[in-house]
Antibody, heavy 117, light 111 residues
């Protein structure tokens, strides 16, 4: 059973960089599949941020492409999200998940990140 | 890319069937059979209910079914139960753009 767990600061200052890590257990990232990040502002819908293949190839949403970096550390079986120059609009629950293209079968529990001074 | 269009809300009585639509474009929903559907209860992570348009993952009730026609995908819940009350999201993978897009979400209410 694949399990994912997000971790990182819950409060980020405006204009700074949001950083989150997703630890994966029950499956080796280097074995394949895509891995991605999805966010959900309070009371709103889901938004795809980007996905990464285990080789390091990345795909980003046009809405955040200029500010986002997703990377992988196969030695630790985890992948990370960095979102720069954040504003209050980036306040959301951030989910990491396994992306099979045909669907997202496995999700982390999500972590609320608030952008505020 | 714009979010896929879904009705804001759908309701039904226990035992009835309801259908949620998800409309995109020929570049996403209409291009491949990579539409998936998610159920989300308040405060919880989304749960996949349908993948590749009409396939159910192990453990998902056969009361949930998916289909597609042109640029519109649909999720049907038959024999509606109180536990089905939740938000539902569609998602489409657009191979030509190597991107995913979610629907705006539909709140299902069991009357």
């Amino acid at each position: 059973q694949v399990q994912l767990q997000e971790s990182g600061p819950r409060l980020v200052n405006p204009s700074e960089t949001l950083s989150l890590t997703c630890a994966v257990s029950g499956f080796s990232i280097s074995s394949g599949d895509y891995w991605g990040w999805i966010r959900q502002p309070p009371g709103k819908g889901l938004e795809w941020i980007g996905s990464l293949y285990h080789t390091g190839t990345t795909y980003y949403s046009p809405s955040v492409k200029s500010r986002v970096t997703i990377s992988v550390d196969t030695s630790k079986n985890q992948f990370s999200l960095k979102l720069s120059s954040v504003t209050a609009a980036d306040t959301a629950v951030y989910f990491c998940a396994r992306d099979r293209g045909s669907g997202w079968p496995d999700w982390g529990q999500g972590t609320l990140v608030t952008v505020s001074s | 890319q714009s979010a896929l269009t879904q009705p804001a809300s759908v309701s039904g009585s226990p035992g009835q069937s309801i259908t949620i639509s998800c409309t995109g474009t020929s570049s996403d929903v209409g291009s491949d059979n990579f539409v998936s559907w998610y159920q989300q209860h308040p405060g919880k992570a989304p749960k996949i209910m349908i993948y590749e348009g009409s396939k159910r993952p192990p453990g998902v009730s056969n009361r949930f079914s998916g289909s597609k026609s042109g640029n519109t995908a649909s999720l049907t819940i038959s024999g509606l139960q109180a536990e089905d009350e939740a938000d539902y999201y569609c998602c489409s993978y657009a191979r030509s753009r190597d991107s995913s897009v979610f629907g705006v979400g539909t709140k299902v209410t069991v009357l």
